[in-house]
């Protein structure tokens, strides 16, 4: 009974309530202000109902289950901001997706690498899986989003039509087989990793502890579903809210896509930093990668069907800023998986990239 009442039940139906009851409706300051505080707690109730879904489940699924649902919705958010934005939302599902490769891959994997490493020193995980990880999101986001920025069909960082179809299935079948060795094939490489002088700790009890049982689980999927629901038509709420302070401040209507990406991804990041200060590493990296993976992957062929009823351009290639930062998370990301381990300047310097992402996004 009293998990019936607690707060991780009552946010989430408090949240979707105030969805209901606000959609639609241009908020003002007081009503912003409300919905940005019911947002940030249906934000922690997602992640502690994913955790909980993990435990059933075990890893890597739970990073799985977490990163697949917030993408599906985050997809549902741009296909009906493009809809209904016209010529200004043509590059959205770029800046969106290329902001949540920059915020995974550098703000979700430097934290955790910097959270971990300033416990254990040393940060331990499976170069295998998060090498596969990495080589599969470079492959997926290279052929979304480099190749339009040079093919010559239609130019201007537009594929054609049949250029799109074949990136679309393409990603999507990346995605599934990338799945498909995550969870099946090579379950093993995806694991947490035990760090040095970890005995008796939080990571140790948790893999011990007696799982949720059947119903508990299927009851944290109801909520978990039902708090990113909410965490993101709460985040289209507040777009309004957000591009009227990005216009005010003098930034790039671009940069609406980083907020966008920004409050999709703090489930995620949660879910990462808690996992990371319990030594659970290689989970982090899953959330990181698999984050970026799941927005790339299912993103594109979702903007692909869309297409079809959605005038106007849709330019999906990186400029030439972006495609620097991204060439330089490659190559600093490989040196980091590589070895299997990392200290806390791998994770610093990976935070400096993001720094510069967002810097740059501002300051084109």
């Known amino acids: 009974m009293r998990e019936r009442i607690s707060w991780n039940v009552v946010?989430?139906?408090?949240?979707?309530?105030?969805?209901?009851?606000?959609?639609?409706?241009?908020?003002?300051?007081?009503?912003?202000?409300?919905?940005?505080?019911?947002?940030?707690?249906?934000?922690?109730?997602?992640?502690?109902?994913?955790?909980?879904?993990?435990?059933?489940?075990?890893?890597?699924?739970?990073?799985?289950?977490?990163?697949?649902?917030?993408?599906?919705?985050?997809?549902?958010l741009i296909i009906e901001l493009m809809a209904s934005g016209g010529n200004e939302a043509e590059t959205l599902?770029?800046?969106?997706?290329?902001?949540?490769?920059?915020?995974?891959?550098?703000?979700?994997?430097?934290?955790?690498?910097?959270?971990?490493?300033?416990?254990?020193?040393?940060?331990?995980?499976?170069?295998?899986?998060?090498?596969?990880?990495?080589?599969?999101?470079?492959?997926?986001?290279?052929?979304?989003?480099?190749?339009?920025?040079?093919?010559?069909?239609?130019?201007?960082?537009?594929?054609?039509?049949?250029?799109?179809?074949?990136?679309?299935?393409?990603?999507?079948?990346?995605?599934?087989?990338f799945v498909f060795t995550q969870t099946v094939r090579h379950r093993d490489f995806f694991l947490p990793v035990a760090q040095r002088g970890q005995q008796g700790s939080m990571f140790d009890e948790e893999s011990h502890a007696e799982p949720p049982s059947q119903a508990a689980a299927l009851r944290s999927v109801a909520l978990l579903a039902g708090a990113l629901v909410a965490v993101v038509g709460l985040a289209e709420q507040e777009s309004p809210a957000v591009e009227k302070l990005v216009s005010v401040a003098g930034f790039p209507h671009s940069f609406v896509g980083v907020v966008i990406a920004g409050l999709v991804l703090l489930p995620e990041t949660l879910a990462a930093v808690r996992a990371a200060r319990q030594g659970r590493i290689q989970t982090s990296l899953n959330l990181a990668y698999g984050s970026a993976m799941a927005s790339i992957g299912l993103t594109i062929p979702g903007i692909a069907l869309a297409s079809i009823w959605i005038k106007g351009p849709?330019?999906?290639?990186?400029?030439?800023?972006?495609?620097?930062?991204?060439?330089?998370?490659?190559?600093?990301?490989?040196?980091?998986?590589?070895?299997?381990?990392?200290?806390?300047?791998?994770?610093?310097?990976?935070?400096?990239?993001?720094?510069?992402?967002v810097f740059l996004a501002i300051v084109p």
């Open 11 to 76: 946010v989430p139906l408090l949240a979707l309530v105030t969805l209901a009851l606000t959609w639609g409706t241009e908020p003002g300051p007081s009503l912003a202000a409300l919905e940005a505080v019911v947002l940030i707690g249906a934000v922690l109730a997602a992640v502690h109902h994913a955790e909980v879904v993990a435990h059933r489940v075990g890893e890597p699924f739970g990073s799985l289950v977490l990163a697949t649902a917030v993408t599906v919705i985050e997809l549902a």
């Open 93 to 177: 599902a770029r800046d969106t997706a290329f902001a949540a490769l920059m915020i995974t891959t550098n703000g979700i994997a430097g934290l955790s690498l910097l959270l971990g490493s300033h416990r254990y020193g040393v940060t331990l995980f499976n170069p295998h899986g998060s090498g596969a990880a990495l080589a599969t999101l470079t492959t997926l986001a290279t052929l979304s989003l480099v190749l339009p920025s040079f093919t010559t069909t239609r130019g201007r960082q537009e594929f054609s039509p049949g250029q799109l179809v074949f990136a679309a299935v393409a990603s999507l079948l990346l995605y599934l087989l």
């Open 314 to 357: 849709l330019l999906l290639g990186l400029g030439p800023t972006q495609l620097v930062l991204f060439a330089l998370t490659v190559v600093i990301s490989m040196l980091t998986v590589i070895p299997g381990r990392a200290t806390r300047l791998q994770g610093e310097v990976h935070l400096v990239l993001l720094a510069a992402f």
